[in-house]
């Protein structure tokens, strides 16, 4: 078991299986030693639970449980790209959050956290990392958020 899959156990959580894309690309590239991941919306296992907009069906504590879930996908996908081995992750270099929401809601950033706050939580310092975070009209699915990542492997 990695580090991180310990200190998720330690949070009481556990990797999803990686999502099937289900448009023409890949779940990661990887070049020298960063790996780029697709973006993964807020799915457990096939199933995406949080489905419809912030500000409407959803208030902000739940789109932050549903960025966690893109944070959990993101590792998944990750582990694939360490080919089973999340030890060689050496730190996080961005994550880019879309909250799909109605237009008067302003607080992505907050929603964002649940993936930052997960990802600084499993690594540490090294977790720290540059981020965006916009409100948008749709998303995939219908998902609540979404979330891709820049990641430093070694």
């Given at each position: 078991?990695?580090?991180?899959?310990?200190?998720?156990?330690?949070?009481?959580?556990?990797?999803?299986?990686?999502?099937?894309?289900?448009?023409?690309?890949?779940?990661?590239?990887?070049?020298?030693?960063?790996?780029?991941?697709?973006?993964?919306v807020n799915e457990w296992?096939?199933?995406?639970?949080?489905?419809?907009?912030?500000?409407?069906?959803?208030?902000?504590?739940?789109?932050?449980?549903?960025?966690?879930?893109?944070?959990?996908?993101?590792?998944?996908?990750?582990?694939?790209?360490?080919?089973?081995?999340?030890?060689?992750?050496?730190?996080?270099?961005?994550?880019?959050?879309?909250?799909?929401?109605?237009?008067?809601?302003?607080?992505?950033?907050?929603?964002?956290?649940?993936?930052?706050?997960?990802?600084?939580?499993?690594?540490?310092?090294?977790?720290?990392?540059?981020?965006?975070?916009?409100?948008?009209?749709?998303?995939?699915?219908?998902?609540?958020v979404e979330v891709d990542?820049?990641?430093?492997?070694?």
């Open positions: 078991m990695s580090r991180i899959e310990a200190k998720l156990a330690e949070l009481g959580l556990e990797l999803p299986r990686p999502p099937v894309p289900i448009a023409n690309f890949v779940p990661f590239t990887a070049t020298g030693n960063l790996v780029f991941l697709a973006g993964q296992n096939g199933t995406v639970p949080f489905v419809g907009k912030l500000g409407e069906v959803f208030d902000v504590e739940a789109g932050v449980k549903a960025a966690r879930l893109c944070a959990l996908n993101l590792l998944a996908c990750l582990k694939l790209a360490c080919d089973g081995d999340l030890d060689r992750v050496t730190r996080c270099i961005r994550l880019g959050g879309f909250v799909n929401c109605a237009p008067e809601f302003g607080f992505a950033p907050a929603v964002v956290n649940g993936a930052s706050d997960l990802i600084v939580a499993v690594l540490g310092d090294a977790g720290r990392h540059a981020r965006t975070a916009v409100g948008v009209a749709s998303l995939p699915r219908n998902a609540a990542g820049i990641f430093e492997v070694g």
